[in-house]
């Protein structure tokens, strides 16, 4: 792929919006989000609309933003469709008909995540919406949005792609239906699904499209997913290796033994270096998967996060955007994550293979950042999904690309992997010397196995990047729960709180602390287990503000065990909290500490047969009286709960004289009663 220079790109269009003085040497014009803003470019057609789920935000934070600016960079024209109304395809149809293809996503989270909590229970906000208002798009979004598009234009190529699609790509278990669910290809209608980081890929589609290829040419392409008609053969082999065929839909529905190999094969085959082309049968129609798109060079991550973003929301919206406005100031030094974590979508999303990109790259933005007047010389974060995995890579790329170990830090750090901090810390000290920045934060997630390799980086961490509290994930305390999460053992976080501690002193900062973050209900962890991660959170004097509650999102190791019951790679049996009342005592025991959730917690203890935990003792989670604040809450919640008219009431016709059931006995008596009294006169 070959970008423009931002420089170049930001003076080749010659119609620009309004955009701040500081700006205009590096962004270019927001992309069209109407077809006014389309005909004030000169356009008569677009060749791309990309249709998403979020507010469009011109930030390199947000998917819409990047691949929008990458098929810009190209040569193409393109448009964003933002939160269309999806009730109708009139929205689909004011670009007019896209020359080449819509691009679907239903934005940076899957919907039902976006839309729904743990327990079910619809959110009261959307980050990524103006305002955080709910209700800006359907459930499961990219199936609405690519029937619309159908509906819109017959014959437009629809291209799926984003974490949605990816995420859903082959058959999954569905946690908001409690279902297995068929690949969403299938569901969507659509053309392809481009899965995983797709800047490489779209602008391949792009241009074979634009050459007069057709749809069938794209299938030998690298992190594309298609689905074959019924009567077409399947290929026996790919990019070098035979095919591996999934056992079929049917047979992962109706055996959970067989959901958990499928899984299995599914994520020992997601190293582009060696993954198999794979094959999952739906009845009769096949889904075909292609291996993973290879990792971008750092020259591409330089090419992409140099592109002339705006940073800022596009101007129609009157509203914050929550989502902006946390990530606004911050900088993405990478992407990717070696960590495996059973939980997390991260590392099937992004990969394992770690992709920086150069210091000068990141030295630019933050100097275009510091231009703004509007910057408050504070950089937020500077990081990824792991705040200091930063160049870090195999150092045998012969055994990287035969490894198909899902994690290279769990159960141990592996011997090949690099850990260098140096490269990381030498650019957290270059960009906190730049004119115009005050301080760069580190509020991305730290791996605390790895930090405590580097006590040069602990020492330059806590002395200068860390805004009073640093947040971290030993997610919980039970070696059992742990290991299913692929996380190191809790003696992990002790030793690294004590590094930490030592290093802020040492920076004259003592009272600079650790926001751990811990995780309720997670496969393997049972009420006792969470009854002595709260004894640990006590002891230590942790009072979490808010509840990390697992949520089985699609294709994720740790969603195949909530399902199935059964740890896809040994087979073993685990324990899951599948009952909302199970998981709501696991989740109040985080919480001990609040009254109103006395009596859950006190259920909870009881039914563990802990209730020496009741009481006035040191390790005692709650006291044996309930306070009155836990009454209190107690009696408004029932209140609440009764509050409402719950008896059947039926209006009585008007003018009939006939009330409720006017056939039953009672009324046929009456009735006759009443003809009685009319008679005539004797």
Not at 191 to 197: F, I, K, N, T
């Amino acid at each position: 792929m070959s970008i423009p220079s931002s420089d170049a790109q930001a003076g080749s269009s010659s119609v620009r919006l309004s955009l701040p003085l500081w700006n205009e040497r590096y962004a270019a014009p927001f992309l069209p989000m109407t077809r006014a803003e389309m005909h004030a470019r000169g356009w008569d057609h677009v060749d791309v609309v990309f249709v998403t789920g979020d507010a469009y935000v011109d930030h390199p934070s947000f998917a819409m933003a990047i691949l929008g600016r990458v098929l810009e960079a190209a040569g193409l024209r393109v448009a964003i469709l933002s939160q269309p109304d999806w009730h109708s395809a009139a929205p689909w149809r004011q670009f007019g008909k896209p020359r080449l293809f819509y691009a679907v996503s239903a934005g940076n989270m899957d919907s039902l995540i976006n839309h729904y909590t743990a327990s079910r229970k619809v959110r009261n906000d959307d980050a990524y919406s103006p305002g955080g208002r709910i209700g800006l798009r359907p459930d499961r979004a990219t199936l609405s949005y690519c029937h619309r598009a159908r509906e819109a234009f017959p014959g437009v190529p629809v291209i799926a792609g984003g974490v949605e699609a990816s995420l859903r790509r082959l058959a999954h278990y569905d946690y908001w239906s409690d279902s297995v669910r068929r690949s969403i290809l299938l569901d969507a209608k659509a053309d392809l699904v481009v899965y995983g980081m797709g800047e490489n890929v779209i602008v391949e589609i792009a241009q074979k499209l634009a050459a007069g290829r057709t749809l069938r040419d794209l299938r030998g392409l690298r992190g594309v997913a298609y689905a074959l008609g019924a009567s077409e053969t399947p290929p026996a082999s790919g990019f070098g290796k035979d095919v591996l065929q999934l056992p079929s839909f049917e047979q992962v529905k109706a055996d959970k033994m067989v959901f958990a190999e499928a899984t299995r094969l599914i994520h020992i085959n997601t190293n582009p270096l060696n993954a198999q082309t794979m094959i999952q049968y739906h009845d009769r129609q096949a889904v075909v998967v292609n291996p993973p798109a290879l990792p971008i060079s750092e020259a591409e991550m330089d090419q992409i996060y140099d592109l002339p973003y705006t940073r800022r929301p596009h101007p129609c919206y009157k509203e914050p955007v929550p989502a902006y406005e946390m990530i606004k100031d911050s900088v993405t030094i990478m992407r990717g994550c070696f960590g495996g974590c059973t939980f997390c979508s991260i590392t099937a999303h992004q990969g394992r293979i770690m992709q920086s990109r150069s210091q000068a790259s990141v030295l630019r933005e933050v100097r275009k950042m510091a231009a703004d007047p509007e910057f408050s010389g504070i950089v937020s974060d500077i990081g990824g999904p792991t705040a200091n995995m930063y160049q870090m890579r195999c150092s045998r790329p012969e055994v990287e690309a035969k490894c198909k170990r899902l994690s290279c830090v769990h159960p141990s750090i592996c011997k090949l992997l690099g850990t260098d901090h140096g490269p990381l810390v030498e650019l957290m000290r270059r960009a906190r010397t730049e004119p115009g920045i005050r301080r760069v934060l580190v509020a991305s997630g730290i791996r605390m196995d790895l930090a405590q390799l580097s006590p040069e980086y602990m020492r330059e961490l806590a002395a200068h990047h860390v805004g009073g509290r640093l947040k971290v994930a030993p997610e919980h305390t039970d070696p059992t729960v742990l290991a299913t999460m692929k996380k190191p053992a809790i003696d992990n976080f002790g030793t690294f709180a004590e590094d930490f501690q030592k290093a802020s002193r040492e920076a004259g900062k003592p009272k600079q602390a650790l926001v751990p973050y811990f995780i309720a209900s997670h496969p393997g962890s049972d009420l006792h287990a969470m009854i002595d991660l709260a004894v640990f959170l006590k002891r230590n004097g942790y009072r979490p503000d808010q509840v990390q509650d697992f949520i089985p999102a699609p294709y994720d190791i740790a969603t195949c065990m909530y399902y199935t019951g059964i740890d896809p790679f040994t087979k073993q049996q685990v324990h899951v909290a599948r009952n909302l009342h199970d998981r709501k005592l696991q989740r109040a025991l985080m919480q001990f500490f609040k009254p109103e959730n006395y009596f859950t917690v006190r259920e909870a203890l009881l039914q563990a047969g802990r209730a020496d935990l009741i009481g006035n003792g040191c390790d005692c989670l709650i006291p044996t009286h309930a306070p009155k604040q836990a009454i209190e809450v107690r009696r408004r919640r029932a209140n609440e709960a009764a509050r409402g008219e719950y008896v059947h009431k039926i209006p009585r016709p008007t003018g009939t004289g006939k009330g409720y059931r006017p056939g039953r006995a009672t009324a046929r008596r009456q009735q006759k009663k009443q003809s009685g009294r009319s008679g005539p006169a004797s």
